[in-house]
């Protein structure tokens, strides 16, 4: 998987590149050549410790090795990736919250400010950038051993598609529950939030961020693809729509594509996000514009938890709609 490690490594970088120089940012601010190594330094050894070290490297061996490993290993480099993931987050976590707790203590001294923030920020945004990496790696290999262990005859389902009156059913009931779900949400920022200015915060105005879209999704997709999950991923909504029941491997399969695309853009838009609050420290000399780009910073999260609000009950339906279950 050493080619798929690389490739959503170079993408992201680029992507984060791109991001932070339209956000008004500088690239070489997104490196602390303090932090960035200490977390990585941190995990290996954590992932040493651990006893997952020889398991963990086996993300960078070619497909063919991969292929020839037996399943008992590729399950144990699974579970390497996971424990990895979760180290990195508690490491970046402990990371944000002493580096706030120096932002409190210095708020008088303004020659600490910038440092300790961009620790917290930075934080945030190494754990996204190396998490993303974590979770493609992570859904290629989960295929492999879904492949691995699945029969040929069970990979593709023979049973007769879903009549034209239950599919048209079908979509009337999802889009029904999204209408009323989207409802109950405006019901409630109406009366648990105050406006007292002439804009609209939900308006068009403030969500059109193309910049925001094109960062949030486009990355996201691809990495998607890298992991092989791309076809996975629509094969799902299909299952869905057409109510279709499912063989084990199917679900496996479904779950994993919808899992990895649902991390995936939730980590997406948190470093996307950091970017924009990264780009707003840049520009603080104009404060008229402060507002706007702190907006605009957090639209990319909030497409990103929108995606994840319609992504979870799609997890939770196809594992429903298997044989066995």
């Known amino acids: 998987m050493i080619i798929e490690f690389i490739l959503a490594f170079m993408l992201l970088c680029i992507t984060a590149s791109v991001c932070s120089l339209t956000s008004g940012g500088l690239i070489w601010e997104l490196v602390d050549y303090a932090l960035l190594p200490g977390i990585l330094l941190i995990l290996v050894m954590m992932i040493v410790l651990s006893g997952y070290g020889k398991s963990f490297v086996t993300i960078f061996q070619s497909a063919k ?16 990736l996971d424990y990895a993931f979760k180290a990195l987050g508690f490491i970046c976590i402990f990371l944000m919250l002493i580096s706030g707790i120096y932002f409190y203590l210095n708020f008088d001294k303004t020659n600490t400010l910038g440092i300790n923030l961009a620790a917290i920020l930075l934080s945030f945004f190494y754990f996204s950038f190396f998490g993303m990496m974590f979770m493609t790696l ?21 049973k007769p598609a879903t009549s034209g009156k239950k599919l048209a059913l079908s979509i009337i009931k999802i889009l029904v529950s999204f209408v009323f779900i989207i409802g109950l949400y405006l019901l409630i920022i ?23 879209i094109i960062y ?9 693809l890298a992991s092989g999950n791309f ?41 996307t996000t950091v ?21 605009l910073a957090c639209v990319p999260m909030i497409y990103a938890l ?20």
């Not at 090795?65 to 390497?80: G, H, R, Y």
């Not at 648990?192 to 925001?212: A, H, I, Q, V």
């Not at 970017?275 to 907006?295: H, K, P």
């Not at 929108?306 to 279950?325: A, G, H, Q, T, Y």
């Open 65 to 80: 090795k991969i292929k020839s490993t037996s399943l008992a290993e590729l399950k144990k480099t699974e579970a390497s």
């Open 138 to 158: 992570k859904g290629k290999l989960r295929r492999i051993i879904i492949n691995f262990m699945a029969e040929e005859n069970v990979i593709e389902n023979d």
């Open 190 to 212: 109406y009366f648990s939030t105050t406006n007292l200015s002439n804009e609209e915060p939900l308006s068009f105005y403030y969500l059109r961020d193309l910049p925001g």
């Open 216 to 224: 949030t999704f486009i990355p996201t997709f691809l990495l998607l």
């Open 231 to 271: 076809k996975s991923f629509f094969r799902a909504i299909g299952y869905i729509i057409k109510n279709q029941k499912l063989s084990v491997t199917q679900k496996a399969i479904s779950v994993n594509a919808i899992s990895t695309l649902r991390i995936i853009i939730f980590l997406e838009g948190i470093m």
């Open 275 to 295: 970017c924009g609050f990264i780009g707003i420290l840049f520009n603080l000399e104009d404060r008229s514009m402060l507002g706007i780009n702190f907006t």
């Open 306 to 325: 929108l995606v994840n609000l319609i992504l979870l009950p799609m997890e939770s339906k196809i594992s429903l709609l298997c044989d066995s279950e």
